[in-house]
């Protein structure tokens, strides 16, 4: 049986299974509707998640609201949650031992949730969840399916705020998402997500 989101949370807290617990502000658990259909995971937190506790809350927490439009979606309809759950120094790049330490955590949040769809934002995400060592750009725009989890895989939208050649590609990606929900929800013969 999954455990809930609460209990995971109590888990986690005063984490101490890596180095990154010395130079956190707060943990970042992870956010939204907890029986939500789509799951979005990015990489780490950065300053004003790990100053706020909640992920995707600075620049690229604001643009991504704004893409999730596109695909028929609402901040509260998602849930959303980060490999790792806290900030790396400098935002610098996860390091193997730290995702080690925290991908347990992230597979019972996903278990607790049991989304239909997984929208992994950026390298880190999508490796790990499909387990594959390929780079978002060649896997990006189409549907992967893992296990009984149709993943799309989609840049981070802090690579669109960095190179505006990328944001046509992600309003794409996330008027695909919202084909891969309207193709669900008739699958299920039902209107809703």
Same mark, same amino acid.
């Given at each position: 049986?999954? /455990?809930?989101?609460?209990?995971?949370?109590?888990?986690?807290?005063?984490? &101490?299974?890596?180095?990154?617990?010395?130079?956190?502000?707060?943990?970042?658990? =992870?956010?939204?509707?907890?029986?939500?259909?789509?799951?979005?995971?990015?990489?780490? +937190?950065?300053?004003?998640?790990?100053?706020?506790?909640?992920?995707?809350? $600075?620049?690229?927490?604001?643009?991504?609201?704004?893409?999730?439009?596109?695909? $028929?979606?609402?901040?509260?309809?998602?849930?959303?949650?980060?490999?790792?759950?806290?900030?790396?120094?400098?935002?610098?790049?996860?390091?193997?031992?730290?995702?080690?330490? &925290?991908? +347990?955590?992230?597979?019972?949040?996903? /278990?607790?949730?049991?989304?239909?769809?997984?929208?992994?934002?950026?390298?880190?995400?999508?490796?790990?969840?499909?387990?594959?060592?390929?780079?978002?750009? $060649?896997?990006?725009?189409?549907?992967?399916?893992? =296990?009984?989890?149709?993943?799309? +895989?989609?840049?981070?939208?802090?690579?669109?705020?960095?190179?505006?050649?990328? /944001?046509?590609?992600?309003?794409?990606?996330?008027?695909?998402?919202?084909?891969?929900?309207?193709?669900?929800?008739?699958?299920?013969?039902?209107?809703?997500?």
């Amino acid at each position: 049986m999954a /455990k809930s989101l609460v209990d995971i949370a109590t888990e986690l807290e005063g984490c &101490c299974r890596c180095a990154l617990s010395e130079t956190r502000t707060n943990l970042v658990f =992870g956010v939204g509707n907890p029986t939500a259909e789509v799951m979005f995971i990015g990489e780490a +937190p950065g300053k004003q998640e790990d100053l706020g506790a909640e992920p995707f809350i $600075g620049a690229a927490g604001q643009y991504l609201n704004s893409l999730l439009a596109l695909a $028929g979606l609402k901040r509260e309809d998602i849930y959303i949650a980060n490999v790792l759950k806290c900030r790396p120094p400098e935002n610098r790049d996860p390091l193997v031992d730290e995702i080690e330490a &925290c991908t +347990p955590f992230l597979r019972e949040q996903v /278990k607790a949730i049991n989304p239909e769809i997984l929208v992994t934002l950026g390298n880190f995400a999508t490796r790990f969840i499909l387990k594959t060592d390929r780079g978002i750009t $060649g896997l990006r725009g189409q549907v992967h399916i893992t =296990g009984r989890f149709s993943v799309l +895989p989609i840049f981070h939208p802090a690579a669109a705020i960095y190179d505006s050649n990328k /944001k046509a590609i992600m309003e794409d990606d996330f008027r695909l998402l919202g084909r891969l929900i309207a193709q669900r929800r008739v699958e299920r013969g039902s209107g809703q997500l």
